[in-house]
């Protein structure tokens, strides 16, 4: 069979036990079919630390030239990591470096695997999390009053009281920008497009009028004024609700929608959704840039416990789909930019032999946990398996 040809994308490599997977991802998955074309960039710690953390800028500038990369999971450097590797310093997150280079908004989905069943019953298919990553709590200048004080916000000529201490208590001024807001909202009105779901918005702005009004509306003139033919010709809708009733709302939903939220209500609601869907080793996320840059990766990290295992000698049975959910999120995307249809069924292919190893009742063991009388098998075994669906379907 002749392997499929394509143009670069961006290879971020990472650490530990996602470090050997992807190894193997590339040699029993992706270089028997295709002339795997990419520009690499070791990311893993120690490369990290030899080249002053400069590896990732890199990376992530090679991403806004190629518009595609995709990211193995990474260590965030803490104390203990500093020790473990001897690192010249505490490096930030490298996922923190590259978006901020990229500027873009995460999109989070589970891959719901057969026999997985959601928390939430009537849960059919997944719900992605949108979250607005700049600004609000997360930037907001703070003070504990200790007396009896007036608290104002102040701005040129103008100032409104926020509260008139009586004792000590506590106060924080936060704030975002219109340009991040419709960045933000114009990121998601795309993606929405590109995997074509409805786009759901949700805020507080009965409460904060001014300031969660601002997001309603400005998410509104975006939808108005550029994506209202857009979704029509799609079949799908954009849909703004108050945020407790889209809580309540998607608990009761099918799934199968693009959910945008405002930064603390993305971090905190991402991990709900994740959790109720399943298992956090079948999440994916990609990060997606206003002008169309994509990098993916599995939401895990590392999975350093299976990697001190793995270095002792022993077989891990790690779940890889996610990684592999990543490559192929890439490859589809390469592919559906430069119209090259076989490595869109390619990617297609990639995923369908994934979902037809587990319901064929190979898998690893953090899903055979979740299922009465499954067995599971180590990473190595689970990959074969995969190719030899790649293979006959
Ligand atoms: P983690 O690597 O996601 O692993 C936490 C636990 O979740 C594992 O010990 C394992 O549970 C389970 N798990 C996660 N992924 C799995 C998979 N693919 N297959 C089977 N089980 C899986 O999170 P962490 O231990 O908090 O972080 C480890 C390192 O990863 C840290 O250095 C952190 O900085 C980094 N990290 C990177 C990223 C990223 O690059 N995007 C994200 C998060 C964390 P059991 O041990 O019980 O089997
Ligand atoms: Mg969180």
């Known amino acids: 069979m002749a392997r499929i040809k394509m143009n670069p994308i961006v290879e971020m490599d990472g650490d530990e036990m996602t470090r050997v997977i992807w190894e193997n991802i590339k040699k029993i998955l992706l270089e028997p079919f295709i002339e795997l074309n ?13 080249t002053d953390d400069n590896v990732t800028v890199e990376a992530a500038n090679a991403a806004k030239r190629l518009r595609v990369a995709v990211k193995c999971a990474t260590i965030t450097p803490n104390a203990q990591r500093v020790e473990e590797y001897g690192l010249k310093r505490m490096y930030k997150s490298p996922n923190g470096t590259i978006r901020s280079v990229l500027d873009g908004t995460i999109f989070r989905t589970p891959i719901l ?8 019953r009537n849960w059919k298919m997944p719900i992605t999390v949108a979250r607005h990553s700049y600004g609000d709590i997360y930037s907001a200048a703070e003070f504990r009053v200790d007396r009896p ?24 001024g936060q704030y975002n920008k219109d340009s991040s807001i419709e960045s933000f909202a114009r990121t998601c009105f795309s993606y929405a497009l590109d995997i074509k779901q409805d786009l759901w918005f949700s805020c507080k702005d009965t409460i904060a009028k001014i300031y969660d009004g601002t997001f309603r509306s400005i998410f509104q003139r975006v939808y108005d004024e550029e ?11 954009y ?3 108050l945020i407790d009733d889209a809580v309540a709302r998607a608990v009761r939903s099918e799934g199968g929608f693009v959910w945008a939220l405002k930064n603390y209500d993305g ?6 959704i994740s959790a109720a869907f399943g298992a956090m080793s079948m999440m994916k996320s990609v990060l997606v840039t206003e002008d169309g840059n994509y990098e993916y990766e599995a939401a895990h990290g590392t999975v350093t416990r299976h990697y001190y295992r793995w270095k002792k000698g022993e077989k891990t049975s790690t779940n890889p789909i996610a990684t592999i959910f990543a490559w192929s999120g890439a490859l589809r995307k390469r592919g559906e930019i430069d119209s090259q249809p076989e490595l869109v069924d390619f990617s297609d292919r990639l995923e369908a032999a994934c979902m037809k190893a587990v319901s064929d009742g190979i898998m690893t063991g953090d899903l055979a946990s979740l299922m009465s009388g499954a067995k599971a098998v180590d990473t190595d075994s689970f990959l074969t398996a995969v190719r030899d669906r790649v293979i006959n379907g």
Do not use: H, W
């Not at 695997?113 to 939430?120: L, S």
């Open 267 to 272: 971090d905190v609601l991402s991990d709900m």
């Open 38 to 50: 990419t520009e690499y960039y070791d990311l893993g710690l120690p490369n990290r630390d030899a």
């Open 239 to 241: 849909f703004y609700t």
């Open 149 to 172: 004080c007036m608290a104002q916000l102040v701005r040129a000529g103008e100032s409104k009281t926020i509260y008139n201490f009586e004792g000590p208590g506590v106060v924080s």
């Open 227 to 237: 994506y209202t033919d857009k979704f029509e010709k799609a079949g799908i809708s």
């Open 113 to 120: 695997a057969p026999g997985v069943t959601p928390e939430v």
